[in-house]
């Protein structure tokens, strides 16, 4: 029987841990290959118990107590579950209103299901850059984007960071347009103590089994601030044959995480503070930035690179990046990308074939760009300047774990000649490879 339990522990770092030679060049690696996995989620027998009881139980019922539990939790006024969080976002956006030929304003930075989702409700998604502090959506830039088709602004609080909200609901409110929130990394995150997926007219959010908050499988789930936009989405899909049902299955497991969840933020939060604290002694690395008033939720922990911290200024920004990336992943760090181009450059966006013949984006011609990555300047900046973490800071991610990844980046940072030595070659810029979203 395959098991996910650890197969060995995690010692605490030594400092001659740190003094060691990189792993790339022969030493001992900062986390040995026995101890890199990180298993997601936990199952207990309470979520086997929950599942199993499922099995007995009306299975609307079961969908429906989750999802009310859930809507409590985040303190919307109603919520529909569905079967995965494309389909959320799609029924957010038709909740709030959108129409055929509508544009609604997304970031070029985000995951593509937030522009497929404005494509599956028949409306144009129109691109802007992002704030090159928090990497969510400017609100400057969306405000510049709005015309007389715009329906809707929906930005993405990206790796679990809630977009200026304040900002963006001023901008709606002044020019007539619905606020939906893209929360998919989002679970728990807050502004002023006002959970992600309550603060717009409308919500979007993913519950894969990789999210903060999984449930078993795909689900995902749509809020909605008002029971007119709630009834307009169920509406829908009656009138057009949708079947985006939750499983039960996925409800009863998500169900019995929910009781854990704020166990699991607070654990999420503490290792996302011991590798703060442990990158901002380098020098070379760079923590998330945190507004005054908001909660990261950290679903990704996004590290900015400083060359100049080291003397690797005259170097090119992304060269210095691909180099930290391998003697990182040689230590048992996996930081990785997670995209390389913006979304409005990848191919569903540049050929425009939609449901065939170009529509939906024929609706609406004008709203129509064919984009490269120069479009959006801040985009490309962070895209060449930072590294992520994905799952790697979540419970059960032991807290010897976090200490040994702030120990490899001190590790790594110690040793600008060894960056320099894999940086001098011809590198190409992120945005200038095919483009890839993981």
Partial sequence: MITDFPTAPIDLPRPADREAELAALGGPAMIGKETRRTPFPVITKEDVLH??????????KVVDGFAEAYCEYVGAAF????????????????????????????????????????????AIPVFVDIDPVTYCMDPAAAAAAVTE????VMPVHVHGLPADMPALRGLCEERGLALVEDASHAHSAKIEGRVAGSIGDAAGQSLMADKNFPLGGEGGIAFYATEDAYTRAVE??????????????????????LERLPYYDKVRARNAEVLAEALRETGLFTPPHVPDGHVHAYNMYRIGLRPEAVGLEDLPVHAVKQAVHELLVAEGVPAREWQNTPIPCHLPFQRRDGFGGGYPFTLNPGAVRDHVPEDFPNTVAMLERTLVLCR???????????????EAFA????????????????????????????
């Fill in 392 to 406: 790697e800071l979540r419970s059960p991610v032991e807290y010897e774990r976090a200490l040994r990844y702030g």
């Fill in 51 to 60: 599942m199993l009881l499922a099995q007995r139980q009306d299975p609307s």
């Fill in 411 to 438: 590790k790594v940072a110690r040793r600008p000649d060894a960056i320099r030595k894999l940086a001098s070659g011809d590198i190409p810029r992120p945005h200038r490879r095919a483009a890839r979203l993981g």
């Fill in 149 to 152: 088709r715009t329906r809707a």
């Fill in 236 to 257: 829908y899909l009656g009138r057009n044959g949708i079947d985006y049902r939750m499983a039960p299955i996925a409800a009863a497991f998500g169900a019995s995480q």
């Fill in 79 to 122: 919520a529909l579950p569905t079967a995965s969080g494309t389909a959320g976002l799609h029924m957010a956006l038709v909740g709030a209103g959108v129409e055929p030929g509508d544009e609604v304003i997304v970031p070029a930075f985000t995951f593509i299901a937030t522009a497929q989702a404005v494509v599956a409700a028949h």
